[in-house]
C-alpha cells in the first residue's frame, strides 16, 4: 500500500476558499497542511472539514464535490 497523499485535495480547498480568510482559517488550515506533509491527515478528517465549511457557507458544493472527488482519488491512488 502506498503513502496517502492527500495534498492535492487540501489544495482544491484552499483554492476554493480563495484568499480573503479569516486568521482563524488560516491557522487551522496551516495545522491541516502540516498534517498533510506528515502524511497524517486523514480522508474522513478533511472530509469532515470540507463539509461543516459547506455547511458554514465558505464554501460551494460544487467545490465540495471537486475536493470530495480529490480524496477519493488520493485513496485509490494508495490503494
Known amino acids: 500500500m502506498k503513502r496517502l497523499n492527500l495534498l492535492p485535495a487540501f489544495n482544491d480547498l484552499c483554492h476554493f476558499l480563495g484568499r480573503d480568510r479569516t486568521s482563524l482559517l488560516n491557522e487551522v488550515l496551516e495545522t491541516y497542511l ?6 497524517e ?7 469532515g472539514f ?7 457557507g465558505l464554501l460551494q458544493i460544487e467545490d ?4 470530495d472527488v480529490a480524496i477519493w482519488k488520493a485513496q485509490e491512488a494508495a490503494a
Open 64 to 67: 465540495f464535490d471537486d475536493v
Open 41 to 47: 491527515l486523514k480522508p474522513d478528517r478533511l472530509r
Open 50 to 56: 470540507a463539509q461543516a465549511l459547506y455547511a458554514a
Open 34 to 39: 502540516d498534517d498533510a506533509i506528515n502524511g
